[in-house]
């Protein structure tokens, strides 16, 4: 699990799977143990990238979503880029199996004026 945050805005799902791809190489290399679930969270959104594996195991990779609606900071920088997703991530792990279900709420606005686009 890691709680950081990345430049990329755009292409979330990139920066993602090359998270995975440096489990693998750690893993090949014999430094870590496999990863078959890699969770993030800072990024307030809810992404879930689920991916053939090995030996019949699906690879997960999460971002779980904040507990924050927009507040003034995200809205003065990009008030249509930085709209949070507000929810929680639900993991069910067992021995065999591992699944990601999420719950999503209503983005709340926690401004009351209008924001100007530059």
């Not at 090359?18 to 959104?45: C, N, Y």
Request: glycine content about 8%; cysteine-free; aromatic content about 8%.
């Amino acid at each position: 699990m890691s709680h950081g945050s990345s430049t990329a805005f755009v292409y979330y799902e990139q920066v993602l799977a090359r998270e995975g791809m440096f489990a693998d190489q750690t893993s090949v290399a014999g430094k870590t143990p496999d990863v078959e679930l890699l969770i993030r969270a800072h990024w307030h959104k809810w992404i879930h990238i689920q991916r053939a594996w090995k030996g019949g195991a699906d690879r997960h990779i999460v971002v779980g979503p904040g507990f924050q609606g927009q507040d003034e900071h995200m809205s003065k920088r990009n008030p249509l880029r930085m709209v949070p997703d507000v929810g929680a991530a639900l993991l069910s792990i067992s021995r065999d199996r591992v699944a990601v279900d999420r719950i999503l709420y209503p983005t709340p606005v926690i401004r009351d004026s209008i924001v100007k686009l530059r």
